[in-house]
């Protein structure tokens, strides 16, 4: 018996997802990662499908709320000879930025005035920037 198959009732084996009635557009899943095409156990979706999707709504949760290792990642850009600048946005922390995400789009005013500044004084380094921002998902950006 496989991992995947189950049990009749009169002790015969019984291929995994038999008893799922199969949808039309369970052809277009290979073509999209959108949930579509799951077919049915009953009037529900099979318990398959549903703890997957369980496990993918948890490890999208914990890449929300996991925190950017910000140390880390200026190490690594200063290792490779990058200047590095790091600026906040009007969100004071994570909670705040998911509650008003048009706060994380603006720069916190006090980083604003010392780029213009240092920009006037021509004491910038630079003529490009490159901005990294967590935003939704630390785990992506790290």
Do not use: K
Request: charged residues 25%; hydrophobic residues 40%; without cysteine.
């Amino acid at each position: 018996m496989t991992g995947n198959d189950e049990l009749n009732v009169n002790g015969s084996e019984v291929p995994a997802e038999s008893h799922v009635t199969q949808n039309a557009w369970s052809v277009l899943r290979d073509f999209t990662p959108a949930r579509i095409g799951l077919g049915r156990a009953g009037s529900s979706l099979s318990t398959r499908v549903n703890l997957q999707f369980q496990l993918d709504h948890a490890r999208a949760r914990d890449a929300v709320l996991a925190p950017l290792d910000l140390a880390a990642m200026e190490r690594q850009l200063a290792d490779s000879g990058l200047p590095v600048r790091t600026v906040r946005s009007q969100a004071a922390d994570r909670r705040s930025y998911l509650q008003r995400p048009d706060l994380g789009r603006s720069l916190h005013p006090d980083d604003a005035e010392q780029l213009r500044e240092s920009r006037l004084r021509r004491a910038a380094p630079w003529d490009i920037v490159i901005l990294v921002a967590d935003g939704l998902s630390s785990l992506a950006v790290a």
